[in-house]
Structures are given as structure tokens and as C-alpha cells.
């Protein structure tokens, strides 16, 4: 287990302990759900995972009823540097960075430029007259047959659109390998446009595969809206709540904040990986801007987020 992704997981599970009202006997429960115990639990609880070296360190902020009720960080953002995990700490956030690209690709939807079972190739050209891999010949050549239907956008948010997710895969594989298609120097037009070389795995909307799709969604929004993932994720999603420390570059005068990247091999066996390869996507302007991870955030900035997604306000 990561050092960042424990203290992103953590935030958001908790976020959700709002207060919700019960009726037990006519009556509507107003208990406050995180009180002095459920408080006491949590803090014993990561301090001991901290403490038996399962976790470098853990952040957790929780609202109830639209209020802070309890912050608390244990452990450190860097241990080897001996600095504390605190509330400003830079977590490379992975795959909650899904959650905000399909909220910028949303409000597009809202503005009208596409309906969710438009074709992609409608907008993505390279995705027209798509193949489905079914084997390899005796011969070794691949089999492909047409795909029965167009990849539609609603596919892209769900994960039915059948792209090839893994070079490991069985006669796949060494093309997914070979098409290096999330290499830190390629845009997502790039990108986009190798992946629709590839056969898909299945036909759309018959499967589910967790995959690049939201990385496609993110090229797709490029496309609608002329501007570059991350300057329309900062004018549509990011500035208007006010997340200022959320992005894929990590300046030199905010890197000291980046939290360290720690390996779990076993039961109490923590090994920090080396800064130079865990934060080098984020301490360098890459052109690569993924949809489906990348982007570093404080655990205030994600509680913005969260929030606007459970009031449906900005």
C-alpha cells in the first residue's frame, strides 16, 4: 500500500459520514455520528497502522452536516526526511483523478455539444470501423472480426467500450507494449490515436474492462472544447470551487510538499521508493496529462470536490 493513496482513500470514505436520518419509533434520530467515541476509534485505529509500519502516514478530515467534525494527521508525509504528514501534504491522488476529468466531460454534456450515445467517431475519427480480436490463427496471425456496433460515449464512462487494457494479455499484449500509449512525452491526441490502431478485446458495451477510457474521455474533451485537459479541468471544474493546489505539475517551490511513495511487502514492511522515480511525473511538465490518474492534491482541495458532489453546489 502507497503512503498517498491511504490518506486519499481514507478522506473520501469518510467524507460520506454526514449525518443521515433515521426514524425509529416516529421519532428522527439527531445523533451526531462521529462523536467523542467514533473519534477515539479512528485516531487508535491509523495511529495503529502508522505504528506497526503497515502505513507511513494517514490524513483523515471528515464532515458531518456541512462541518468539519474532526481532522487528524499520523505519521509522516516523508519519513525518511523525518517531516509529518500535515494538512497542506501533496498526494499524487491516482485514480480520483477519474472523478474530476468526468465531471469537466459532464459539463460539456450539460452545454449541449454531445448526447451520451453519440458515436465517439463522431468526434474522434480514429475510433471509426473498429476490429475485435477473437485468436490467433495456427499460423499466428490475428483474427479479427468487425465490431457490431460503434463505441459510444456513454461506453467511455462505463468501461464497456472493450480497448485493450493490458500488455500482458495473450496475442494483445506485445501491441499494447509496442504502442507505448501512455508515454510521459505524448499528448492525448497522440495517445488517442494509437489506441484506435489496437483491436479492441470484446464489442462495445457487451463487457466490462477497467481500462483507458477515462483517458479517452479526457481526449474528448480536449476535442469539444479546444483547450487542454488540465486548462479545462482549472476554468470549469478546479477555480470555480477553489482548488488551487490541484494539478499535474507540482512546482520546485511546492515539491517540498509531495508526500514520499512507501511499497507494503508484507506485514510491517514499509520501503520508501526512490523520490526520483515516484515523483518524477509530478515534478516535471510532461506532456501527458492522463484522465485516469496523474493529478496531486491536498486532502482540503478533494473534501471541495467531494462536497460539491454530495450537495450538487458550487
Known amino acids: 500500500m502507497i503512503n498517498q493513496l491511504s490518506l486519499c482513500l481514507l478522506s473520501i470514505l469518510l467524507v460520506w459520514s454526514c449525518k ?20 477515539m476509534r479512528i485516531d487508535t485505529l491509523f495511529k495503529n497502522l502508522v505504528n506497526s509500519n503497515n502505513v507511513g502516514g494517514i490524513s483523515t478530515l471528515i464532515f458531518e ?19 509529518a504528514m500535515a494538512r497542506n501534504t501533496l498526494v499524487q491522488i491516482w485514480s480520483m483523478t477519474k472523478p474530476l476529468v468526468g465531471t469537466a466531460l459532464m459539463t460539456l454534456y450539460e452545454d449541449g455539444l454531445f448526447q ?27 483474427i479479427l472480426e468487425d465490431a457490431k456496433r460503434s463505441i459510444t460515449i456513454r461506453d467511455i464512462t462505463r468501461h464497456t467500450a472493450g480497448f485493450v487494457n493490458n500488455s500482458q494479455m495473450e496475442g494483445l499484449g506485445p501491441l499494447v507494449a509496442k504502442a507505448d500509449l501512455m508515454n510521459k512525452n505524448s499528448s492525448l491526441t497522440e495517445m488517442s490515436a494509437k489506441l484506435g490502431k489496437l483491436p479492441l478485446m470484446f464489442h462495445p458495451g457487451e ?32 477555480d470555480p470551487l477553489g482548488m488551487q493546489q490541484t494539478r499535474y505539475y507540482v512546482p520546485p517551490a511546492d515539491q517540498n510538499r509531495l508526500s514520499a511513495v512507501y511499497f507494503r511487502s508484507g506485514e510491517g514492511q514499509l520501503e520508501q521508493q526512490p523520490d526520483s522515480s515516484a515523483l518524477d511525473y509530478n515534478t516535471h511538465p510532461y506532456t501527458m496529462t492522463p484522465g485516469g490518474y496523474g493529478l496531486t492534491a491536498t486532502i482540503d482541495d478533494y473534501m471541495i470536490f467531494a462536497r460539491m458532489l454530495q450537495t450538487k453546489e458550487v
Do not use: C
Open 207 to 238: 463487457q466490462w474492462s477497467y481500462g483507458r477510457s477515462v483517458s479517452v474521455q479526457a481526449a474528448l474533451v480536449e476535442k469539444l472544447s479546444g483547450k487542454s485537459i488540465f486548462d479545462y479541468l482549472k476554468s470549469e471544474v478546479l
Open 116 to 142: 451520451l450515445d453519440d458515436p465517439l467517431e463522431k468526434y474522434l475519427p480514429e475510433y471509426a470501423n473498429m476490429k475485435v480480436f477473437k485468436g490467433v490463427d495456427n499460423k499466428g496471425n490475428f
Open 65 to 83: 452536516d456541512g462541518k468539519e467534525v474532526f481532522y487528524e494527521a499520523v505519521g509522516h508525509q516523508n519519513r525518511e526526511k523525518d517531516l
Open 20 to 39: 443521515v436520518s433515521s426514524k425509529t419509533q416516529g421519532q428522527v434520530s439527531t445523533d451526531q455520528i462521529i462523536n467523542a467515541e467514533a473519534k
